[in-house]
């Protein structure tokens, strides 16, 4: 609303001086014309005709070229700012989940993961587990499976290849946060 109302201002000074100039070229106009002849009237009437129509083209030029900054400026404020909230947002959530990876609650986390992951490939030799190096004992307590320690995992969970028919099934916090970032980011709602 303040930039709406500053470019009015803007207008409205552009249309005072505007018509300011009209006053004093049409003063100017009454002396030629009363020094000179009708010709020389029509004249002078005519280029301050066209003086005006130049002025006034440059100042609605001028106020739409100064509209589209402001309008510019406004939607770039406003994506900054929203950024700005989505990354303190989801950092706070990955501060969150990192509580999680180290409260009681984890253990069943854990369980609920082979669980997932039995849902979509089974569970035998040829699976292969991909957890935490701090989570690879307890998930080996928990699984038949060879585990192996897989740094890339950051907040938590687990992973699992299937050798023979090369399916990954990914239910690690990692993945689930980065879901999460794109589905809110792709949110229609939040566009500009």
């Known amino acids: 609303m303040d930039n709406n109302k500053k470019l009015e201002m803007f207008r409205q000074a552009i249309q005072e001086h505007?018509?300011?100039?009209v006053k004093e070229i049409t003063a100017e106009i009454h002396a030629r014309r009363s020094a000179s002849g009708r010709t020389k009237d029509k004249l002078a009437t005519k280029e301050a005709l066209n003086r005006i129509r130049a002025e006034?083209?440059?100042s609605e030029a001028d106020f739409r070229r100064e509209m589209s900054r402001c309008d510019y400026e406004m939607k770039?404020?406003?994506l900054l700012h929203r950024n700005e909230l989505i990354t303190e947002f989801f950092k706070e959530t990955e501060d969150k989940l990192k509580q999680f990876a180290?409260?009681?609650?984890?253990s069943d986390y854990l369980k609920?993961?082979?669980e997932k992951i039995r849902a979509a490939i089974a569970l035998d030799s040829a699976t292969l587990i991909y957890a935490r190096p701090c989570d690879v004992d307890a998930v080996r307590a928990l699984t038949s499976c060879e585990v192996t320690a897989d740094n890339t995992i950051r907040l938590g969970g687990l992973r699992a290849m299937c050798r023979n028919k090369?399916?990954?099934?990914d239910v690690t916090l990692d993945m689930a946060l980065e879901d999460e970032k794109k589905r809110f980011n792709e949110k229609t709602e939040l566009r500009m």
């Open 76 to 78: 770039k404020s406003v």
């Open 166 to 169: 090369n399916v990954l099934c």
């Open 56 to 58: 006034l083209a440059r």
């Open 112 to 114: 609920r993961s082979l």
């Open 102 to 106: 180290v409260s009681d609650e984890y």
């Open 18 to 21: 505007a018509e300011a100039e």
